[in-house]
């Protein structure tokens, strides 16, 4: 289980007021997603892609005091935000996680909270949000009257997650925490030198390991998170040196042998309903040819 540090986090990211689905940001606008035709929420989903409600917003009021962090330090209470409003706050989880979201509320039916997942910030200034493109990272919870509490389903890849609140009235958000989905894919060894960077490296491939890791080895936790047969060669050389997870590494070989589309195939990927039926010896004998 991740928790975030909310008092520091109320000092780095202030809340802020946005208003929702209006323009498109400048970084959005220059590579194409700007032509993209608007999206009502009432032709899909109740929300439709909630991603969309976060990464086309921009702020109206910048300048806004921070949060009112409760007497728990892990508590706190959003201001009431009008139907075309929202007050966003930017909470920091420390690092890459994959996971599922869990936290208790209160408030009045109505509300809506909005989380919106990222893995990182773009090179400022001005510091702008690095959202995952053709990725729908990103959930809404209506609220219902009194305390409530509340578990996604799907695990989710990232380190920042932006949360938006729209209500009549404020509601409390208390004991968020992500749950970690990597089967026990834990430490289980250390390595310590003289050279500070050389530590840095361990420590930042560790973490990958750890990150990039469901049931099975995956390429990424945001974006694909796909079982992918040649990733997973030095997938399995780093969790042997770091966390030595035999369960998930056997699962992640015996997932080829149990693909149902392909029985006699040992496909580049899988499980998938990708109909993608590249064998895993392209992906081996091809980087040898360009390297010859």
């Not at 706050?89 to 599922?100: E, P």
Request: proline share 6%.
């Amino acid at each position: 289980m991740i928790k975030c540090n909310a008092q520091a986090l109320n000092q780095l990211f202030p809340a802020s007021l946005f208003r929702q689905n209006e323009i498109i940001e400048e970084h959005h606008a220059m590579d194409g997603f700007g032509n993209l035709p608007a999206m009502d929420p009432a032709d899909t989903l109740l929300d439709a892609n909630a991603q969309d409600l976060a990464v086309n917003a921009r702020i109206t009021q910048p300048n806004q005091p921070p949060l009112e962090v409760l007497q728990s330090g892990e508590s706190w209470r959003f201001p009431r935000a009008s139907s075309s409003d929202a007050t966003r706050v930017i909470l920091d989880f420390g690092t890459v996680q994959n996971g599922w979201l869990s936290f208790k509320a209160f408030g009045q039916k109505g509300g809506r909270f909005l989380f919106s997942f990222f893995e990182a910030f773009e090179d400022g200034p001005p510091l702008r949000i690095n959202w995952p493109e053709a990725c729908n990272n990103a959930l809404s919870y209506h609220l219902q009257d009194g305390w409530q509490s509340f578990e996604n389903f799907y695990a989710y890849g990232f380190r920042y997650v932006a949360i938006h609140y729209t209500g009549k009235s404020p509601a409390d958000l208390r004991d968020l925490c992500m749950l970690t989905a990597n089967c026990e894919n834990l430490p289980q060894g250390s390595f310590r030198s003289n050279d500070v960077t050389l530590n840095a490296i361990y420590s930042l491939c560790e973490q990958t390991t750890i990150s990039a890791t469901d049931d099975t080895l995956t390429d990424c936790p945001t974006y694909e998170a796909v079982n992918w047969n040649f990733d997973n060669r030095l997938g399995a050389m780093s969790n042997l040196e770091t966390c030595r997870n035999i369960a998930v590494l056997r699962n992640s070989i015996e997932q080829f042998a149990r693909d149902p589309l392909y029985p006699a195939l040992v496909r580049s990927h899988c499980p998938s309903m990708w109909d993608i039926s590249i064998p895993v010896f392209s992906l081996c004998l091809g980087p040898r040819f360009r390297s010859g």
